[in-house]
C-alpha cells in the first residue's frame, strides 16, 4: 500500500523508497534535499522502514546522511524508536536481516533497547528463529538473561517454546537452544517458578530437552505447584520426552503437587496416554497404589474417564479398591467414583473394577438402586452373581470359576435395596432375575412401603399361603386400607403348576433359571419354558414419584437415617 497516497503530510518521500528497497531512489531523494527523519502516523522514519525491508544499501544511504547532517546526532538517529518503541536494530532483527543488523551494529545501535513490551532485538530473534541474527547479537553483548514478558520468561525459555517458526525448521530451533546454552542461565525461572526445561518438556521439544541436559540443566527442577518436567511431559502425552527424561535421571516418586502426592503416573493415567502408562507403571513404586495417604492412579483415570488406563493399571495388578480417599478426593474408592461420575457414570470403568473383584460398599449400592434406571445395577450383577440361598453361610466370593458377591456385599444390597422402596419397580425385577432369594425381601418394612404392583409382583415369585402370621397381617391391614388390591388368584392356595415352579427354582438355582437356556434342554413341553423362567408374570410400574432430590442428597438422607435391617 502507498502510504503516501493516505498519509501524504506525515510519510517521507525517502521513507517510501527505502520500503520498496529502491537505493538509488534514496540516494537522489536525499541529494535534493528530502528530510529522512520524517515520520509517518506510526512514528517510522525512514531507517525503519529500511531495516524493516531488509536493505542494507538504503540503511548504508540513509545513515550515512543522518551523519553527515549531524555526525553528534546520528547515534541518537540510529536509536530512534516507533510509537511502539521498536529501533531500526529491532525491526531488522525481528525479520531476519543479517547485513542489516551488523550495519546497525557498527553505527552505534543500542543492542539492548526495549519496546513498550519489554522485548528487544534478541528475543524478536529468538522468536522468528534467525541463528544467525541471535548469533550475532550475543556475540555483540546481548543481554542474555533479561525478562522480556509479563510472565519474566527469558530469551532461553521463547527459545525452546514451539510457535510457527519450529513447524518448518526444528533443526534452527534447536541450534539458536545450543546458541544460548552456553551463555545464559539454564535454571531461570519465570512468574510461575518454571525453567526452560520444563516448557521443552510442556510442548514436545525433544531435541531441545537434550540440549538442555547435556549443557546440565536439572531434569528435577519443580515449579511453584511442585510440577515437574517428567509430570508435564506425561500429562501433555509428550512420550519420546517421558522416556529421555526418565533414561536421564527424572525421579517418578517425586510429588508434584501442595495438596495431594500427585506423580507423572496420575497425568498419564487421567490423560489415557497408555504407551507413557505402561511405561511409569514400570518404574513408579507401587506405594501409590494401597500407600495410606497415597492416591492410586485408577481414581485419575477413573475421573479421566479413560477406561483404557482403568484396564492398563488392573491388567498390571493395581488394586481395584486402592485405598481410601475420602479425605483427599472425597470418594471412597476407584469404583465408587466411577458410579457416582456426573450424570453418565463411566460405565466401562464401573464393569473393568467390578469384573476386576473392587469391593461393593453401601454407596455404591446407592448409586446403582437409587434411581430409576437398571443399568448400573446389571451390569454389576453381570459381573458379579448372587450366590444361593445356600452359600449364605459362607464368605466365599467365588465358586467354579465363578464370582459372586460377598456375604457383607450382599447384606448392604439388601439394605440398600429396602431403603429405597421408592425405586422398587425397577431393581426388584432385575435383583429377582439375577438369582436374588426373593424370601429375603419378605420383610415387614417391604410390605409396608413397596407400591401395590411392586408387592404383588414379589408374591408371585414365593408360596404365598406359607407367609409367617406377622406378614399376613401386614397385607391384611394394606388390603383394608385399600393400598393394595391383590391379584385373583393370590387369595388362593397357590396351583401345584406354581409350587412346582418354585421347586424348579430352588433346585437349578434362580440365577442358572433366569440367565441360561437350560430350560430350553428340559424334558418339557415348550410351552412351559416361559412359566418356568417367570416369564407369564407382569413386571410392576412405578404408581408413585420416586424422590426427586439428587443422589448425593439421596446419598446422605441415607447415612443419616439408615439402620442396617437383619435380613440374613
Not at 497425568?267 to 496416554?273: I, P, S, T, Y
Not at 455404591?364 to 443399568?375: E, G, N, P, Q, S
Request: glycine residues 6%; proline residues 5%.
Amino acid at each position: 500500500m502507498d502510504f503516501t497516497e493516505c498519509y501524504g503530510d506525515t510519510v517521507s518521500s525517502v521513507a517510501v523508497a527505502a520500503r520498496s528497497g529502491c537505493r538509488k531512489r534514496v540516494r537522489r531523494l536525499i541529494q535534493r534535499g528530502f528530510s529522512v527523519d520524517g515520520r509517518d502516523n506510526r512514528g517510522w522514519n525512514a531507517l525503519h522502514e529500511a531495516a524493516a525491508a531488509g536493505s542494507k544499501g538504503c540503511v548504508l544511504e540513509i545513515v550515512s546522511a543522518a551523519g553527515a547532517a549531524s555526525p553528534r546526532s546520528c547515534g541518537a538517529y540510529v536509536n530512534s524508536l516507533t510509537h511502539e518503541g521498536e529501533s531500526a536494530c529491532y525491526l531488522a532483527a525481528q525479520r531476519g536481516h543479517l547485513a542489516v543488523v551488523r550495519l546497525l551494529l557498527k553505527a552505534h545501535a543500542d543492542v539492548n533497547q526495549l519496546t513498550n513490551d519489554l522485548s528487544c532485538p534478541l528475543y524478536a530473534a529468538v522468536d522468528g528463529g534467525h541463528r544467525e541474527v541471535v548469533d550475532l547479537l550475543v556475540s555483540k553483548g546481548a543481554e542474555v538473561d533479561r525478562t522480556h514478558t509479563a510472565s519474566c520468561w527469558t530469551c532461553l525459555h521463547q527459545a525452546v517454546y514451539p510457535n510457527l517458526f519450529c513447524l518448518f525448521s526444528s533443526k534452527g530451533h534447536k541450534e539458536i537452544v545450543r546458541i544460548l546454552v552456553g551463555v545464559c542461565n539454564l535454571e531461570a525461572l519465570d512468574d510461575h517458578k518454571i525453567s526452560p526445561l520444563f516448557v521443552a518438556a510442556q510442548y514436545g521439544q525433544r531435541e531441545c530437552l537434550e540440549v538442555l541436559v547435556n549443557a546440565g540443566a536439572n531434569v528435577s527442577a519443580q515449579a511453584a505447584d511442585l510440577a515437574t518436567p517428567l509430570l508435564i511431559a506425561s500429562q501433555e502425552g509428550h512420550r519420546a520426552c517421558v522416556d529421555f527424561l526418565l533414561d536421564h535421571g527424572a525421579d517418578p516418586d517425586a510429588a508434584c503437587s501442595h495438596e495431594w502426592p500427585q506423580l507423572p503416573i496420575h497425568a498419564a493415567a487421567e490423560f489415557g496416554h497408555i504407551g507413557i502408562l505402561k511405561r511409569l507403571i514400570a518404574v513408579t513404586d507401587r506405594v501409590c497404589d494401597r500407600g495410606r495417604g497415597a492416591v492410586s492412579p485408577l481414581f485419575l483415570a477413573v475421573h479421566g474417564r479413560q477406561s483404557r488406563s482403568v484396564e492398563a493399571l488392573l491388567r498390571d495388578g493395581y488394586s481395584p479398591d486402592a485405598q481410601d480417599c475420602s479425605h483427599v478426593l472425597g470418594v471412597r474408592s476407584p469404583l465408587s467414583l466411577a458410579l457416582s461420575t456426573s450424570t453418565e457414570p463411566c460405565s466401562e470403568s464401573v464393569r473393568l473394577l467390578v469384573a476386576a473383584g473392587a469391593s461393593l460398599g453401601e454407596e455404591d449400592w446407592i448409586h446403582a438402586v437409587a434411581t430409576d434406571r437398571t443399568d448400573l445395577l446389571r451390569l454389576i450383577l453381570e459381573h458379579r452373581r448372587v450366590p444361593r440361598h445356600q452359600a449364605l453361610t459362607g464368605d466365599s466370593s467365588t465358586h467354579c470359576g465363578q464370582t459372586f458377591l460377598k456375604l457383607q456385599e450382599l447384606r448392604e444390597l439388601l439394605c440398600v435395596a429396602l431403603h429405597q422402596v421408592h425405586f422398587a419397580a425397577c431393581w426388584l425385577p432385575v435383583l429377582l432375575e439375577a438369582g436374588l432369594e426373593p424370601s429375603l425381601l419378605l420383610q415387614p418394612h417391604m410390605l409396608e412401603q413397596a407400591d401395590g404392583e411392586v408387592l404383588s409382583y414379589l408374591l408371585e415369585f414365593v408360596n404365598w399361603s406359607t407367609l409367617p402370621p406377622s406378614l399376613k397381617r401386614v397385607l391384611d391391614r394394606r388390603r383394608e386400607e385399600k393400598t393394595w388390591e391383590p391379584r385373583p388368584h393370590l387369595d388362593s392356595i397357590p396351583r401345584l403348576s406354581h409350587v412346582c415352579r418354585l421347586q424348579v427354582r430352588a433346585a437349578l438355582g434362580p440365577a442358572r433359571l433366569m440367565r441360561t437356556g437350560v430350560v430350553q434342554r428340559l424334558p418339557v413341553p415348550a410351552p412351559l419354558h416361559a412359566f418356568l423362567r417367570f416369564r407369564d408374570i407382569p413386571e410392576a410400574t412405578c404408581t408413585r414419584s420416586p424422590p426427586s432430590s439428587p443422589l448425593s442428597n439421596r446419598i446422605q438422607r441415607h447415612r443419616r437415617t439408615h439402620q442396617h435391617r437383619h435380613v440374613l
